[in-house]
């Protein structure tokens, strides 16, 4: 358990989500965590809800906190910074989940030498089987990314890397992938269902499927292409599949998906830096 109070500044569907895995995994206990949102109303019902203290007021919760988790869209950042700015301490952490945000805004619109990190969780962080990638700024130390890295491990997978200018890409291949997974996912089922399966059992394979080729990849440490060919026999089944596949250019639409995200996140990231 953390011996630190937390802040989530925000309690929308990720800020609740991360709120939620932290009490469940016992990271830290009711007491050391409050939640904010905009309305009275929804302060209420997550406070109903998450059984932690949730209130209207940003300041507030930064003041009582050690870690301030800024779980708020990119275009209201600017404005709960300059709420935030006269009371954050150089002993405080801030972690941001926005996306297309950069470290180097957040620490601008902060006094001098505040610890930030910028982090890209994703939607099976909802589960705990997300995939969160952390990106320190300037005045972070190890302890800090010890911090946020025991936090974000509550809902999956934790990753770290130095270069800010990559968190879009980070966006394009974790953070929008499962909407690919999905596809894949949905994609198999159908052709599942039009070869004579049941829809409801074609989907459970498909995704069971792709779930347990995923674990054999993270838990082996295998290349997929390595994985892929112990499936694909000489002659068989899967080697006609595959071949399918390439026809459809599905190998060059993932990538060109990859690539237009990316560049997405970029113009994004411009857009909101300009605000």
Do not use: W
């Not at 275009?75 to 709960?80: E, G, I, N, T, W």
């Not at 989940?97 to 902060?110: C, G, P, R, S, V």
């Not at 049941?198 to 993270?218: D, E, N, Y």
């Not at 006609?240 to 998906?257: N, P, Q, Y």
Request: charged share 20%; proline share 4%; hydrophobic share 45%.
């Amino acid at each position: 358990m953390l011996n630190k109070k937390i802040a989530m500044i925000g309690m929308g569907k990720m800020g609740g989500m991360l709120a939620s895995s932290l009490l469940k995994k016992g990271v830290v206990n009711s007491d050391q965590l409050c939640g904010t949102t905009r309305q009275e109303a929804s302060a209420i019902k997550s406070q109903n809800e998450y059984g932690i203290r949730v209130m209207t007021d940003n300041v507030k919760a930064a003041e009582e906190s050690d870690v301030i988790i800024l779980a708020v869209k990119p275009q209201s950042m600017a404005l709960v910074l300059e709420y935030l700015k006269p009371v954050i301490r150089k002993d405080h952490l801030v972690i941001s989940l926005a996306a297309a945000t950069e470290t180097k805004f957040i620490e601008d619109h902060l006094p001098e030498g505040i610890p930030v990190i910028r982090s890209m969780p994703n939607l099976p962080c909802l589960i705990g089987q997300g995939m969160t990638v952390l990106c320190p700024g300037k005045h972070v130390e190890k302890e800090h990314i010890d911090l946020a890295t025991s936090i974000f491990t509550a809902v999956g997978r934790v990753d770290v890397i130095d270069r800010d200018d990559l968190m879009d890409a980070v966006t394009a291949v974790s953070g929008s992938g499962p909407a690919y997974g999905y596809i894949i996912i949905e994609s198999l089922a159908e052709g599942g269902v039009k070869v004579g399966l049941p829809r409801s059992l074609a989907t459970t394979l498909a995704a069971q499927t792709i779930l347990g080729a995923a674990a054999m990849v993270l838990e082996t440490g295998q290349h997929p292409a390595q994985l892929k060919d112990m499936v694909t026999t000489p002659a068989g089944t899967t080697v006609d599949g595959i071949m399918a596949l390439e026809e459809g250019g599905v190998r060059v639409a993932l990538i060109k998906a990859v690539e237009s995200a990316t560049l997405k996140g970029k113009e994004l990231s411009g857009e909101s830096q300009s605000k």
